[in-house]
């Protein structure tokens, strides 16, 4: 229970009370699925009695932007930057981890979410939606904090630390119970299967831009692993 608090201290703004010790999920980092059905969860519940999708849409994702902090969404800015940077890896690496906003953050941050927003809207259920969605970003990050070679210091690299390669699997199987709901198994397959695309395709893309992985890589991961998981099903 210790890991499961540090963890949503470190992935929610829930008043969880004091501060938990923070190394209790680091050794535990493929919880992270935990996380997203709590966040999406609170977030499908905001949504279900809505019968307008647009509107059920624009809550279920201000809840989990919400509920998350934008801690991610930063992330997602701030690859943004780094990826629409010219020059060197060490100033594509400067542009990402300064405290400047640039035109390379606003345009990931409005496309991620625009193609979030339109998906959603169109999936059915929207609640199942996501629920689905925000398991399967958690997911990413655990599978990326296994898999991805630190760059620099920083809570990636203390969190890859105490990673081992079986975390791949726990994190995986946390995402079992999506089976239960009420969609199609393919679905929550699907999902899985677009997580894993996401992941590789940024470890192949950090790899050859920044040298490896930091954590504005995973929290980009998130951010982009939810809207391909939405868009995905919307057209499915």
Same mark, same amino acid.
Do not use: C, E, K, Q
């Given at each position: 229970m210790r890991s499961i608090r540090a963890l949503l201290q470190f992935c929610t703004t829930l008043p969880l009370g004091r501060a938990a010790d923070f190394e209790a999920f680091a050794r535990r980092s493929y919880l992270y699925p935990? $996380?997203?059905?709590i %966040? *999406?969860? %609170? &977030? +499908?519940?905001? +949504? =279900?009695g809505i019968e307008s999708p647009v509107l059920a849409a624009a809550v279920g994702l201000a809840a989990v932007l919400i509920l998350s902090g934008a801690n991610h969404f930063d992330g997602l800015l701030d690859f943004g930057d780094g990826l629409m940077a010219?020059?060197?890896r060490e100033k594509r690496i400067l542009a990402m981890t300064d405290r400047n906003t640039g035109a390379g953050a606003v345009a990931a941050g409005l496309v991620v979410t625009l193609v979030a927003f339109a998906g959603l809207q169109t999936a059915a259920p929207v609640w199942a939606t996501i629920l689905i969605a925000e398991v399967s970003a958690k997911l990413a990050? !655990?599978?990326?904090?296994?898999? *991805?070679r630190p760059f620099r210091e920083g809570i990636h690299s203390y969190l890859h630390? =105490? +990673?081992? #390669?079986? =975390?791949? %699997?726990y994190a $995986? &199987? /946390? !995402? /079992? #119970?999506? /089976?239960?709901? #009420?969609?199609p198994p393919a679905v929550p397959g699907m999902a899985v299967a677009v997580t894993g695309a996401v992941v590789? *395709?940024?470890l192949a893309l950090s790899q050859n831009i920044f040298g490896g992985v930091n954590g504005d890589v995973v929290g980009a991961a998130h951010e982009i692993?939810? +809207? $391909?998981?939405?868009?995905?099903? $919307?057209? /499915?």
């Open positions: 935990i $996380a997203g059905y %966040i *999406g969860g %609170i &977030a +499908a519940l905001l +949504a =279900f010219h020059g060197n990050m !655990a599978w990326l904090t296994v898999l *991805g630390g =105490f +990673a081992r #390669p079986s =975390f791949l %699997i $995986a &199987a /946390l !995402a /079992l #119970p999506l /089976l239960l709901l #009420p969609v590789v *395709g940024m692993t939810r +809207a $391909a998981v939405i868009l995905v099903l $919307a057209l /499915l």
